[in-house]
């Protein structure tokens, strides 16, 4: 959270979105409307005390010494940040906070900093109380800056803390490979107890406009950054939006029933202290909105970060903990919804550090592919919210499907399952290997079809959602699947279409890759293109998306995100696979 400066924010005239602007969604426009309304508004003027901060580099300078502390330690190890500066003193910890003024929390006076100090100690005993000693001043004395009990003479406040075991805290056991379920069920237990007894925020019916307007906020800060694409910004903002109104009943609902709450606001792993007990330390004293949240979306800091940290079974292991100990998150899409936008935060945050004037420049190279990497998995968190799902990439052969449900699969990270590799595996031939006659027959066909909804069914199990590549030509291929994945969540089909001569090329460039899995060559692609049995009797209108797929491929990914981020605007409802009547 660092400055980005006092420059003028300018509209460029003519701005792009995308690569594909000339097929823009109404709800782009609206992202990019609301995005220049917002940037055009001037900053709040930053409320610095100058007779104080004149003096923040000598308390620097001072408190960088041993000789300083009244319990002399041998040495003092100090951290910066981008909001505080702490210093490590034998058994105590000093946190000085940075004379900063940002759009989301003022430190711009002694007087601020003294009461935001406050609001740290008083908010940390709720999760850390054997943390926090007290308030300390640094005054003038005798020629020389000391370390006093608060007082009129102040020029600067510092947090004092007990040091303690820094191995200790879950980021750092993550990292050593030593963090254990059982470490999670006690953090999950100890959040769940915390949420019942924090006090309620009282949001009524606006728990909606709230939501929307932190979430604005978090995107319109990221549009005047760098680090990230705007159009990549501008999807991301529109998924908010649609899956903010398809939940917006159990949004409202949530904070009728009492889930909005003073948390933490700042759930990250290398806040929470392991060990007899479970502390957790550091939470946002600088901005009630921040913390007073659903306690999903407080819980959901702490999933973001880990799988930020590669490990989401362990996410996984502290929700089931919270839940079993009467915590309530709300359902995992939920979750996962507020898991994506406080990656987006932090991203924000890195962006906005990266762009903060002085920053080093390797500094800034780091800031930059930190945002870049928490932006990409807020994506991969936003898949996660919209599941369960089911996604059929269907056509003829050379159509392009299979490489669009590769895109899919890479930007997702859902697994793929695929009608070739099926067959090969049945037959018994490596990938490479060309099948046998047979192996293309009615029948074998259709325990390809068979096998490949088993093997859909079994990933929907356990990842929530896969990717299905194959042709579905006939209706007897499509019953075959639909029948060994009865109960699951109907599918979603997108037929690839593409020109004729397209299709051909890409046959006879197909031909001649040894490493190809499918079989037809140009003439079978001619020949199964035209004997492709139309999906409208079989496949509801309302699932059935047909795409032109003669574009680059990145291109239809889009689309294919587009289509399903509109569908996730609409009110969720039960989704099952209805066998009885049609296919889907």
């Known amino acids: 959270m660092t400055a980005r400066g006092d420059r003028d924010l300018e509209v460029p005239a003519e701005p792009t979105l995308f690569e594909h602007n ?13 995005a220049v309304d917002r940037t055009t508004r001037p900053l709040a003027p930053a409320n610095h005390d100058s ?44 946190k000085l906070k940075k004379p900063v003024v940002l759009p989301f929390f ?9 009461e935001m100090c406050e609001r740290e100690i008083e908010l940390n005993h709720r999760l850390a109380g054997e943390l926090y000693l007290g308030l300390r001043a640094i005054v003038r004395r005798d020629g020389r800056l000391q370390l006093a009990p608060a007082g009129p003479d102040a020029i600067e406040h510092v947090v004092e803390m007990r040091r303690f075991d820094e191995t200790a805290t879950l980021a750092a056991l993550v990292a050593a490979g030593r963090a254990t379920p059982e470490m999670l069920v006690a953090v999950g237990r100890r959040l769940a107890a915390f949420h019942a007894n924090a006090d309620s925020y009282p949001v009524g019916g606006e728990a909606l406009a709230r939501a929307t ?28 939006d649609a899956f903010m109104a398809g939940h917006a009943a159990i949004l409202g609902a949530r904070a009728a029933g009492g889930h909005v709450r003073e948390g933490h606001g700042d759930l990250r792993a290398e806040h929470v202290l392991i060990g007899e007990t479970v502390q957790v330390f550091d939470c946002a004293e600088f901005d009630a909105e921040l913390r007073s949240i659903d306690v999903g979306a407080d819980l959901a800091f702490l999933v973001m970060d880990l799988a930020r940290l590669g490990r989401p079974d ?100 859902l697994p793929l399952v695929s009608s070739d590799e ?25 325990r390809t079809y068979a096998d490949l909804g088993a093997q859909a069914a079994g990933q929907i199990g356990v990842s929530g959602g896969v990717i299905v590549d194959a042709t579905f030509a006939r209706r007897n291929d499509r019953q075959a699947f639909s029948a060994a994945c009865v109960g699951l969540p109907a599918p979603l089909v997108f037929e690839c279409r593409a020109p004729a001569q397209v299709i051909q090329m890409r046959a006879h460039r197909r031909e001649a890759d040894p490493r190809r899995a499918s079989d037809a060559g140009p003439q079978i692609a001619a020949r199964l293109r035209g004997q492709f049995e139309p999906l409208a009797d079989d496949v509801a209108a309302a699932r059935h998306f047909v795409l032109r797929t003669d574009q680059p491929a990145a291109r239809t990914v889009e689309d294919v995100i587009a289509m399903l981020d509109r569908r996730l605007a609409e009110p969720a409802a039960p989704r099952r696979l209805d066998a009885t009547r049609r296919w889907l």
């Open 213 to 240: 307007q932190l979430a604005d906020a978090n995107f319109e800060s990221l549009l005047t950054t760098e680090a990230i694409d705007s159009g990549r910004v501008f999807a991301a903002r529109r998924f908010a």
């Open 51 to 94: 007779a104080g901060n004149s003096d923040f580099g000598s308390v620097v300078a001072a408190m960088s010494d041993p000789e300083f502390y009244p319990h002399a330690p041998d040495t003092v190890d100090v951290r910066e940040t981008h909001i505080s500066w702490v210093f490590l003193a034998g058994d105590r910890a000093y």
């Open 422 to 446: 099926t067959r090969e595996r049945l037959a018994g031939l490596q990938a490479t290997q060309r099948a046998p006659q047979d192996a293309c027959s009615v029948s074998a066909t259709e």
């Open 314 to 413: 362990l996410a996984r292991t502290l929700v089931e903990a919270y839940r079993h100990a009467g915590g309530d998150p709300g359902p995992d899409e939920l979750i996962a919804f507020h898991a994506a936008n406080r990656a987006w935060v932090r991203a924000k945050v890195a962006a906005l550090r990266a762009g903060a004037t002085g920053t080093p420049p390797t500094r800034r190279t780091d800031a930059l592919d930190a945002a870049s990497e928490l932006f990409a998995l807020g994506e991969r968190l936003a898949w996660q919210a919209r599941l369960p799902l089911t996604l059929i990439v269907c056509g003829p052969p050379a159509s392009g499907k299979s490489e669009l449900a590769r895109g899919l699969s890479d930007v997702s990270g």
């Open 106 to 114: 003022d430190y711009g006076s002694v007087a601020r900093r003294r």
């Open 22 to 34: 000339d097929r823009l969604t109404r709800g782009d426009l609206w992202a990019w409307r609301d």
